[in-house]
């Protein structure tokens, strides 16, 4: 069993897969993380997100009080001996083939695979940035090797943490809450 943590803003104790966002890295899914620190750092971001959105509407008048806003690091447990029979797809580094992967998956509503499960490197806030100033170029070359090795070095992939996306419900058996879920203080 493999540790995998998921920062979220959410109170949660069953993954719902219709709750996940679209147009993400590896599709519209559950997403979690081998390093902890890297979840509690999307669950504090998520949170400055959502009091964000809470003030706007505060200010155009949509919501009088919004609720606190809490968030939370869970534990996980990955089974990846239950994995091994599902259709799984690795990306051991960041590549043209990882690249090109996560360029589509950020345009499309829903999946553009059928993989149970995909592990990769993610792309994170930086790296969507430098992925947006490259995307029209990166589509309009088709992914043109000189333009994706320039993308690539500008991300410098031996520091992009790994992420693992679920996005079946046999993907989402082969994972268990652990006993600890955290809040996390921002």
Known sequence: ???????????????????GRDY????????????????????????KIVQKRQELLKK???????????AYCYQLLFDE??????EMKVFTIADKEWLKFVMLNRQTKGLIHSYDI????????????????YQEELLNTGFADEVCEEVINELMPENLPKQYFFGTEAAIKTLQFAPARRWVIA
């Open 118 to 133: 995909v592990i990769g490197p993610t792309a994170d806030a930086q790296t969507s940035v430098i992925l947006n100033a």
């Open 1 to 19: 069993m493999k540790q995998l943590y998921h920062g979220s803003v959410f109170d949660f104790t069953e993954i719902d897969l219709s709750k």
């Open 60 to 70: 155009a008048g949509k919501i009088k009080n919004a609720d606190p806003i809490t």
């Open 81 to 86: 001996e239950a994995a091994s029979s599902l």
């Open 24 to 47: 993400k890295d590896f599709g519209k899914g559950f997403y979690a993380t081998s390093f902890r620190d890297h979840a509690e750092r999307i669950a504090i971001r998520n949170k």
